[in-house]
């Protein structure tokens, strides 16, 4: 829900900053098993804290259930005005990047196969629930949708248990906008995760709909997972105007973009984190806006 503030949104009746952590890092390669320094990840979580992060994204699939654990260990009990998101719907079979004789391979979704049937979600949420030390969770957001099982039984778990106050609020991520409709027949929808940045905007009809109709608009990959190329041009251009990274200006262009938008950089190192944060100080002007908007992707 979108307050009159356009520099804040209000998820789990908590007004919270638009600038939020995601948490994905705090996991080994592949985001698999433990991170190669779990104490940095303790004090960066801390750190997000102190510097004004009041939303912070997670998934039960993340290690699996390492980076819950690490929340757990950094901030609970959780600031008051710290709300913590995280979801379910997704299995893993292993890492998702696994080394080749070629070099490199990334798995994607192979590595995270949904499964949605309602016993299986409830459990996770019942096991992300005893992680994280609550006795709610603030906004639990299916992970993805499991073509296998009907959608009104996926999201119809999750209103059963949002009605036994298991989950305040209800999420989804990486949903088609039917998809959204049908569910919103259902459960009342609050937030969608969308992979959006400067260089994909496949997600442009979702933020849309979450302009239109007041919902939180959760981008991942907001700086494209390190992707963003210093041939960016028109990135480029901004970044040295201002004297600021591709990726300041990249997570500055989402800000300025809509009053909706939540973004959840992630890293697992304080200095990468400082970075993130201090985008939130960048000042694009109108004209700087519309090249971005403008430039190809």
């Not at 104490?39 to 998934?59: K, M, P, S, Y």
């Not at 778990?157 to 305040?168: A, F, M, S, W, Y």
């Not at 251009?237 to 009053?259: C, E, F, K, T």
């Amino acid at each position: 829900m979108v307050n009159a503030d356009p520099q804040t949104i209000s998820i789990a009746g908590k007004k919270l900053s638009r600038l939020g952590f995601g948490s994905m890092r705090f996991t080994g390669r592949g985001i698999w098993g433990e991170p190669r320094d779990r104490d940095e990840c303790i004090a960066v979580a801390r750190r997000a804290v102190d510097l004004g992060v009041q939303f912070i994204d997670t998934a039960d699939s993340y290690g699996p259930h390492v980076a819950e654990r690490i929340l757990y260990e950094a901030l609970h009990p959780y600031p008051d005005d710290v709300v913590i998101a995280t979801k379910a719907g997704l299995t893993r079979n292993g890492p998702d990047v696994i080394d080749t004789d070629l070099g490199p391979k990334r798995l994607g979704a192979a590595a995270w196969p949904p499964v949605g049937r309602p016993e299986y979600l409830r459990q996770q949420v019942l096991m992300s629930m005893r992680r994280l030390g609550v006795d709610q969770i603030d906004l639990l957001q299916l992970h993805r949708v499991d073509p296998k099982v009907p959608l009104a039984e996926q999201i119809g778990e999750l209103k059963v248990l949002q009605d036994e106050g298991k989950i305040r609020e209800i999420g989804m991520s990486q949903c088609t906008v039917a998809q959204l409709d049908e569910a919103r027949q259902i459960a009342d929808i609050v937030s969608v995760q969308s992979r959006f940045n400067v260089m994909d905007r496949s997600a442009a009809d979702m933020l849309e709909v979450c302009e239109r109709d007041g919902l939180a608009f959760i981008p991942w990959a907001p700086v494209a997972q390190g992707g963003l190329a210093e041939a960016h041009q028109a990135l480029a251009d901004v970044a040295r105007a201002h004297n600021r990274s591709v990726g300041q200006v990249a997570i500055a262009w989402l800000l300025h973009l809509s009053p909706v938008m939540l973004p959840i950089p992630g890293t697992s190192r304080r200095t990468h984190l400082e970075e993130n944060m201090a985008a939130a100080e960048v000042e694009l002007t109108p004209e700087q806006l519309e090249l971005l908007c403008a430039a190809s992707h």
